[in-house]
T-cell receptor, first 115, second 112 residues
């Protein structure tokens, strides 16, 4: 059983298009995240949702919009894709609350290539 | 967020112990020390975490200095599968402090 799954695994699209990446977790966690790993391999938090409520919104262009239909799902929609959006996007989940105690479980990543 | 410093890369041989150091001289009293690793073409995975005392689990051991300004992740018997980038991360113990702040990590190479 995959704990955190993402679809698609690979996404190739042209500049200006709108695309979505889906994430689902079956761990019963109530906090989910999106991270971005760029070509230099730096991993950076983008968003976090706790019980469907946005709790972390880092400095991310407003072309990126997360949506959490329920606690088990956190999707990422990207409008007007740009070349610089090419990266690997990771979804993660954890138990909520408690600050630095709970570990995060990561999905396999979605490699987005914008041409 | 408190900062950590790790060597860019380390190399070891299969079936030997590996000690991965991390300096965190500005750690605060409520910061937990977490270690994650990222295997090639995979998402990061949790390895271990601790606050003050040394910790052991099935993957590794975490040795924390008495002043908490440094820590060492110990892989007791490295295998080829342990080749990965290892990240040492400080996480405050407060409500809402959920995000992981990744640094550059240490790229560990294991020689057969």
């Amino acid at each position: 059983d995959t704990a955190v799954s993402q679809t698609p695994k690979y996404l190739v699209t042209q500049m200006g298009n709108d695309k979505s990446i889906k994430c689902e977790q079956n761990l019963g966690h109530d906090t989910m995240y999106w991270y971005k790993q760029d070509s230099k391999k730096f991993l950076k938090i983008m968003f976090s949702y706790n019980n469907k409520e946005l709790i972390i919104n880092e400095t991310v262009p407003n072309r990126f919009s997360p949506k959490s239909p329920d606690k088990a799902h956190l999707n990422l929609h990207i409008n007007s894709l740009e070349l610089g959006d090419s990266a690997v996007y990771f979804c993660a989940s954890s138990q909520g609350g408690g600050g630095g105690i709970y570990e995060q479980y990561f999905g396999p990543g979605t490699r987005l290539t914008v041409t | 967020d408190a900062k950590t410093t790790q060597p860019n890369s380390m190399e070891s041989n299969e079936e030997e112990p590996v000690h991965l150091p991390c300096n965190h001289s500005t750690i605060s009293g409520t910061d937990y020390i977490h270690w994650y690793r990222q295997l090639p073409s995979q998402g990061p995975e949790y390895v271990i975490h601790g606050l003050t005392s040394n910790v052991n689990n099935r993957m590794a051991s975490l040795a924390i200095a008495e002043d908490r300004k440094s820590s060492t992740l110990i892989l007791h018997r490295a295998t080829l599968r342990d080749a990965a980038v290892y990240y040492c991360i400080l996480r405050p113990h407060r409500q809402g402090a959920q995000k992981l702040v990744f640094g550059q990590g240490t790229r560990l190479t294991i020689n057969p």
